[in-house]
């Protein structure tokens, strides 16, 4: 059974930086997509950014474009989102999510650490 455990968030001034942790076990990930969502205060879940395990690309929403990096550490299945510049709009519950590369929906969620971002 796939598992996500997440780690990192907290509260962090306007222009500073996060990293949050997601450490799947379970399974072998080649061919797995993990994707980062966040939600805001009564707002929907959004999608963050996006890395496939098995060619290692990334894929990242607009307003978090060369602000997040997303990185992996295969010897540990662990897939990190690095947040840089941080702005008090990005404060949000940050999930972590994977799904097999060929289907649509991320299925295994991790519990969603808070991050704030003070002004």
């Known amino acids: 059974q796939v598992q996500l455990v997440e780690s990192g968030g907290g509260l962090v001034q306007a222009g500073g930086s996060l990293r949050l942790s997601c450490a799947a076990s379970g399974g072998s990930f080649t061919n797995y997509d993990m994707g980062w969502f966040r939600q805001a205060p009564g707002k929907e879940r959004g999608f963050v950014a996006r890395?496939?395990?098995?060619?290692?690309?990334?894929y990242y929403e607009n307003s978090v474009k060369g602000r997040f990096t997303v990185s992996r550490d295969n010897a540990k299945n662990t897939v990190y989102l690095q947040m840089n510049s941080l702005k008090p709009e990005d404060t949000a519950v940050y999930y972590c999510a994977i799904k097999r590369t060929y289907v649509t929906s991320y299925n295994v969620w991790g519990q969603g650490p808070q991050v704030t971002v003070s002004s």
């Open positions: 890395f496939t395990w098995r060619d290692v690309s990334t």
